[in-house]
C-alpha cells in the first residue's frame, strides 16, 4: 500500500524564524506533491505543488522535492502567527487518479 | 459565494437514518470527490467521479454510496448511519490532466451520528 508520512506534531517555531516541514513517500513512481493548509475548522486549501526535483519557490514558501530520497519539505520563511495550522502532504502516484494524503503536521507560530 | 458549496454544514442524526449531503460547484470541473477526516487519520477517499457517467469507490466506501446528478453536483448518502461514520466531510473538485492533485474543498459537512 502506498504511504505518506508525516510527523504529526505539534512543531513549535518563533515568530520570523524558518519552519521546516517534512514528508516521506512510499513508492519511487510517484508523479505529482502537493502542501495543503489547513486552518483550525476550515477546509485544506492548496499552497504549493511541486512535480519535478529540486526547490520551487512561491513567496515565503519553498518546496523542495527529492525523489531519490523519496521526501518533499515544505519551509516557510519568517513564519507569522498567520502560519498556525496544519500542513497536508499529498503524493500522486503515476498511473493514479487520485491523491494520497498524508495525516498532517500541526504548526504553531509563537510570537 | 464559495465555488464549492456543501449542505448541511452541521448534522446530528441518529443510528440507523439516512443522511444525503450535498455538493455542488462552479468551478466547471468534470471531476469531484468525498473525502472524510477524522482526527490523527488524515483525509481518505470515500468516492470519486470523473464525470456524470463516471463514478469509483475510494478507500472506505462501504457504508457510503453517491450519485453524480449534474457536472456540478455530487451528493453522498449513508443509508443506514451509524456512529463510526461521525466524522468532517469534505467535497473536493479538481481540473484534469496535471491539475488532478489540485483539488478545492468546500467548507465540510460535520456529521455526528448518536
Redesign the interface.
Known amino acids: 500500500q502506498k504511504e505518506v508520512e508525516q510527523n504529526?506534531g505539534p512543531l513549535s517555531v518563533p515568530e520570523g524564524a524558518i519552519a521546516s516541514l517534512n514528508c516521506t513517500y512510499s513508492d519511487r513512481v510517484s508523479q505529482?506533491?502537493?502542501w495543503?493548509r489547513q486552518y483550525s475548522g476550515?477546509?485544506?486549501?492548496?499552497i504549493m505543488?511541486i512535480?519535478s526535483n529540486g526547490d520551487k519557490e512561491d513567496g515565503r514558501f519553498t518546496a523542495q522535492l527529492n525523489k531519490a530520497s523519496q521526501y518533499v519539505s515544505l519551509l516557510i520563511r519568517d513564519s507569522q502567527p498567520s502560519d498556525s495550522a496544519t500542513y497536508?502532504c499529498?503524493v500522486?502516484y503515476f498511473g493514479n487518479?487520485?491523491?494520497t494524503?498524508?495525516?498532517?503536521t500541526r504548526l504553531t507560530i509563537i510570537p | 459565494d464559495a465555488d464549492v458549496t456543501q449542505t448541511p454544514r452541521n448534522r446530528i442524526t441518529k443510528t440507523g437514518k439516512r443522511i444525503m449531503l450535498e455538493c455542488s460547484q462552479t468551478k466547471g470541473h468534470d471531476r469531484m470527490y468525498w473525502y472524510r477526516q477524522d482526527p490523527g487519520l488524515g483525509l481518505r477517499l470515500i468516492y470519486y467521479s470523473f464525470d456524470v457517467k463516471d463514478i469509483n469507490k475510494g478507500e472506505i466506501s462501504d457504508g457510503y454510496s453517491v450519485s453524480r446528478q449534474a457536472q456540478a453536483k455530487f451528493s453522498l448518502s449513508l443509508e443506514s448511519a451509524i456512529p463510526n461514520q461521525t466524522a468532517l466531510y469534505f467535497c473536493a473538485t479538481s481540473g484534469g490532466g496535471p491539475k488532478i492533485g489540485e483539488l478545492f474543498f468546500g467548507e465540510g459537512s460535520r456529521l455526528t451520528v448518536l
Open positions: 504529526s505529482s506533491f502537493f495543503y476550515k477546509s485544506p486549501e492548496l505543488s512535480y497536508l499529498a500522486r487518479e487520485k491523491l494524503f498524508g495525516t498532517g
